[in-house]
């Protein structure tokens, strides 16, 4: 189990800020959706967690480990990415796109153990039946699931998702976040989801870090952050909240205004 600490993360292109001075702690096996508009920073938080970014300043400790002293391939056995959704080429099967998420602990050569950590989280996610398919010809909730199994069997405490529902329709999308949900529980990772619909970061989060040019506005449990006041002052818009078993869903009712 992995706990969270960020402080003060900068980033910037030339004279763009797009981080803003970010704090945050993160608990350990927890899910923590990252929620705001577009340009507010939120993949931008990932990508400086994964080195694909470096934060001009600020620290992030994955445990008791500063990210800036980490080489790339640690960062990998501590940390998995899921990109956001696209074009994907993968022309492999299902069980070799899943294997290359174990290359941040393989040799030049993959190992029995390796196959077999890639055959119980296919088990586990409920895809072991399409192993053998070539990932190219599945449909787009299939290669989530499988790009999310590929995450898994890194074998991190952290997992990192970019929009993993954009491009799903609803019953994929159910289907994917019940999945990770499942896998905070059952092997207490912690999970960081970038998310633009609201209502699906209401449902399966334990928290929620909201996101305005490129500083928070808000973090906590979704009740507190769904609220109809940040809703207008960070998106623009009227909306109305509803709670549901404690569960805050939104109904967006009209624009306020312009939102940069």
């Not at 803003?20 to 967690?49: E, H, Q, R, W």
């Not at 290669?143 to 999310?148: D, G, M, S, T, Y």
């Not at 999970?191 to 619909?197: G, K, S, Y």
Request: net charge negative; proline share 3%.
């Amino acid at each position: 189990m992995v706990k969270i600490k960020i402080k003060d993360i900068c980033f910037g292109y030339s004279s763009t800020r797009i981080l803003d001075n970010l704090s945050i702690d993160i608990d350990s096996s927890s899910f923590l959706s990252i929620v705001g508009p577009n340009g507010a920073g939120k993949s931008t938080l990932l990508k400086c967690m994964n080195q694909i970014l470096f934060p001009d300043s600020g620290d992030i400790h994955l445990g008791e480990c500063n990210l800036r002293k980490m080489k790339r391939m640690e960062v990998a056995r501590n940390c998995a990415y899921v990109p956001q959704s696209s074009k994907r080429v993968f022309p492999t099967t299902v069980f070799d796109t899943v294997l290359m998420g174990r290359r941040p602990h393989m040799g030049w050569l993959e190992s029995e153990d390796d196959k077999e950590k890639v055959w119980q989280v296919l088990e586990e996610m409920g895809i072991d039946d399409l192993a053998l398919c070539n990932f190219d010809e599945l449909s787009g909730g299939q290669q989530q699931k499988i790009l999310v199994a590929r995450a898994l069997v890194q074998d991190t405490g952290v997992i990192l998702l970019d929009e993993p529902t954009s491009d799903l329709d609803p019953w994929h999308q159910l289907d994917v976040m019940e999945s990770v949900k499942r896998l905070v529980h059952d092997r207490e990772v912690t999970v960081l989801m970038v998310v633009h619909d609201l209502n699906i970061a209401s449902k399966y989060s334990d928290r929620i870090l909201m996101l305005k040019e490129g500083k928070i506005v808000a973090a906590g449990e979704p009740s507190s952050v769904m609220t109809a006041e940040n809703l207008a002052n960070v998106y623009g818009v009227e909306s109305h909240v509803y709670n549901y078993n404690n569960i805050p869903y939104i109904v967006l009712l009209r624009q306020l205004g312009a939102v940069c």
